[in-house]
């Protein structure tokens, strides 16, 4: 829900009103991923969805929480292993 806001550790382990690492600990522990790449992982599935209904690449990146297209692509490609583009490519296909 909160996909294109700026997600920090620290502002989730203050609004859950416990520290940091009990917050990071406890993630890893429940969901075997660190906070950060779950977060990022939840904007690249949206990412998907979006270049599915193919809304601009560049346009995608930043409404889904990314400072930037390169920072978007690069978690794409690190992600799924192949580029936001080849993506859209074989979705349209």
């Known amino acids: 829900k909160n996909h294109t806001s700026k997600i920090t550790l ?3 382990a203050h609004h859950f009103l416990i520290s ?5 600990k ?3 522990e429940q969901m075997d991923i660190s906070f950060y ?3 990022t992982q939840r904007r690249l599935i949206h990412a998907k969805l979006r270049i599915e209904q193919g809304e601009s690449l560049e346009k995608i990146g930043t409404t889904c929480g990314f400072n930037d297209y390169v ?3 690069r978690a794409f490609k690190k992600e799924y292993g192949i580029s936001p583009k080849e993506y859209q490519t074989l979705s349209n296909n």
């Open 10 to 12: 620290d502002d989730t």
């Open 20 to 24: 940091k690492s009990t917050l990071s």
């Open 26 to 28: 406890m993630f890893h």
């Open 37 to 39: 790449r779950f977060v």
């Open 71 to 73: 920072t978007f692509y």
